[in-house]
């Protein structure tokens, strides 16, 4: 039996606690994440004598993190209350639980996050861009 499934249960989480004692809530409901990692830059370290080009692997450049949100005022006050580093974390769940709990992976990270309404028009859903700037990796937690 293969282990595929779709992004339906997927969800933005909000930590609370520290190290191994973290507990995390549901923060928004998302319409998309974005990717959760990257490759890594490669640095070149060819020389004159080399037959082809010969790279050595470099720094991860994770971007900016943003999500989509259908725009509720008290989901976001709720954002735009927090400052400063926060603990967040993407979960996918296989649709058992009554309540996030990551059964399919949980990806955490900390970073600063900012919310801003999006542009709209005709027959076009209030939305909102959450960006959240990482200051650590993308993690996989148990």
């Known amino acids: 039996m293969a282990n595929e ?3 339906y249960q997927s969800y933005l989480m909000k930590g609370t606690g520290s ?11 998302i319409k998309d994440y974005p990717d959760l990692g990257g490759a890594p830059e490669r640095v070149e370290i060819t020389t004159l004598s080399d037959g082809m080009r010969r790279y050595l692997k470099g720094i991860q450049d994770t971007e900016d993190i943003t999500f989509t949100a259908n ?3 008290a989901d976001y006050n709720t ?3 927090l400052t400063g580093q926060q603990k967040f974390a993407v979960f ?3 649709g058992t639980a ?29 939305e909102m ?10 993690e996989v937690v148990s």
Request: hydrophobic fraction near 30%; charge should be negative; charged fraction near 20%.
């Open 5 to 7: 499934s779709t992004t």
């Open 19 to 29: 190290g191994s004692s973290v507990t995390y809530s549901k923060l928004v409901d």
């Open 71 to 73: 725009y509720v005022l």
């Open 79 to 81: 954002i735009k209350a």
């Open 92 to 94: 996918f769940d296989d």
């Open 98 to 126: 009554t309540t996030p709990t990551g059964s399919l992976g949980k990806f955490a990270f900390e970073g600063e996050i900012d919310v801003y309404v999006t542009g709209g028009g005709v027959n076009d859903p209030r």
């Open 129 to 138: 861009q959450i960006t959240i700037t990482p200051t650590t990796e993308i």
